[in-house]
DNA sequence: ATGGCCGCTATGAGCGGA
């Protein structure tokens, strides 16, 4: 099964490289990002003209996230359903093929101490209680989003520059691990340790062509799953020419289960 | 060349992203 997540930057607006980019790749299963519109402005049918079915949880003009898979997606369930008042959609969950597929958009946070900062850090903490029980029973998750946290070093290409700033500051990072550390697998670093791999690249300043990146967007797996990664790569060529989303796809190919 | 922000909106300027 090959299992990708990428932030679109509006489904709308990027519908001709998102269409290409499936019949190119023929991905099973994807997680896209900020779809930026409302479930009932979805671009269905371009998707299903390709043989693929759509669950999304949607808002208007920002945020917004989705599952893009090629049969059934059963059980779904959008947001955290932990009683918290919460307009912004940023989660969304699915099972496809015996896997239990998350699609998340971490917040931003904007920098750090201000109120998007203390939301982001709260909607982590939300993250790992829901994954928590979720981890303990049930079937295998793969978690793919953007998760706005640039988990080291290695992951931002001026370290220097970023320390303490949002996206790599330490109770970032700390809210990310403790994620991670209920059991789960950053599948891109694990296969590919100690390489500097980033999946996003500011618009601005030449971020691509000086590759000026970080790496954000990321594959979280539990146990079960992580032994299925045969490979995991980031789709550079799709940052690439006319109108490009600035996040790069990353993919992850998994073993029949 | 992989090129100098982009997508969104009760648009035409301002906001948010990262």
Redesign the pocket.
């Known amino acids: 099964m090959k299992l990708a997540t990428w932030?679109v930057?509006?489904?709308?607006?990027?519908l001709d490289r998102a269409v290409g980019w499936l019949e190119r790749h023929a991905p099973d299963v994807v997680c896209l990002?900020?779809i930026?519109?409302?479930d009932d402005?979805f671009p269905h049918a371009p998707f299903e003209a390709l043989g693929y079915r759509v669950v999304t949880c949607g808002q208007?003009?920002?945020?917004g996230v989705a599952i893009v898979a090629r049969g059934e997606l059963s059980d779904v369930e959008r947001g955290f359903g932990d009683g918290v008042e919460d307009a912004q959609a940023r989660v969304v969950s699915a099972t496809f093929a015996g896997v239990r597929v998350v699609s998340v958009?971490?917040?931003?946070?904007?920098?750090v101490g201000t109120d998007?900062y203390a939301y982001k850090l709260r909607w982590l903490e939300r993250l790992r209680a829901w994954v928590a029980p979720r981890l303990a029973s049930g079937p295998p998750l793969a978690i793919g989003g953007?998760y706005?946290v640039a988990p080291a070093d290695l992951d931002v290409h001026d370290p220097a520059a970023w320390a303490g700033k949002?996206?790599c500051s330490e109770a970032e990072r700390t809210a990310l691990a403790r994620v991670i550390d209920l059991g789960l697998v950053d599948v891109l670093r694990a296969q590919h340790p100690g390489e500097a791999l980033y999946t996003?690249w500011?618009?601005?300043?030449?971020?691509?062509?000086?590759?000026l990146g970080?790496r954000?967007d990321h594959v979280l797996a539990s146990p079960a799953l992580a032994a299925r990664v045969t490979a995991a790569w980031v789709d550079?060529d799709e940052?690439?020419?006319?109108?490009?989303?600035?996040?790069a796809p990353v993919f992850v190919e998994l073993a029949d289960g």
């Open positions: 932030n930057n509006g489904v709308r607006a990027r990002q900020e930026k519109c409302e402005k208007k003009g920002f945020h958009y971490v917040p931003n946070g904007e920098a998007k953007d706005n949002v996206l996003w500011d618009y601005r300043m030449l971020g691509f062509p000086k590759n970080m954000i550079r940052r690439k020419g006319a109108l490009p989303s600035d996040h």
